[in-house]
């Protein structure tokens, strides 16, 4: 089911949206070589608690840690590790934090080191396809136009789009209705509401937008191991548009 929140519900959203926001701006200075993705998993922890909140990922289905780190050809659900971030690698993280009860969720993409060109227009392809299905946000659109407009962008781009992973709604429970998938389905889907609150997450592949799942049964890497980026913000649909529930 599908709802609409209440005005104490949507500023209860506000600050658990803050709350993934500021963690992923504490999270960029340790983004470097040297350190182990279990290592952010543990510092995000920790400063998410310090905001009392709780991660929303954390035990979420049985998932072990509190944040996603997915490196290169990982597109999501990356499970913290030993792994040694390394100059070259592409970074995915994932954060949710529940704050009385109520989720935030953003994602976004980081490079060790300098990127090269493809590397660059993966990072700017995906970051701009999310921002494009941003603009698709407003009462009286479909759900599937946010689609369309990430789909267009990646086109643009020379990216493909991973299908069988979707955004969704957001509120009590960090993944709620409706599905927002990331490729062109204009006109269809559930008509936006003002009240909705939903997560946008354009991943797109620099190769196939094929993606299998990992032996750890979490972890989604692409067909061809070719590098995948992730954006994602969680907004309210507002009376003429959206407001990011996850930024400044």
Known sequence: MITIKTPREIE????AGNIVYRTHKYLQQFIKEGITTDELNNLAHKFILEQDATPSFLNYDGYPKSICVSVNEQVVHGIPSDYKLKKGDLVSIDIGACYKGYHGDSAWTYFVGEPTEDIKRLMEGTKAALYEGLKAVKPG????DIGTAVEN????YNLSVVRELV???VGTNVHEEPEVPNFS????GPVLKEGMVI???PML???SRHVVMEEDEWTISTYDK??????????LVTKDGYEILTGE
């Open 12 to 15: 209860l959203l506000r600050k």
């Open 141 to 144: 659109n479909h759900i599937g």
């Open 153 to 156: 962008c990646a086109k643009k």
């Open 167 to 169: 955004g969704h709604g």
């Open 185 to 188: 389905m204009k006109y269809r």
């Open 199 to 201: 997560a946008i997450e």
């Open 205 to 207: 592949n620099l190769g």
């Open 226 to 235: 070719k590098p995948s980026a992730h954006y994602e913000h969680t907004v």
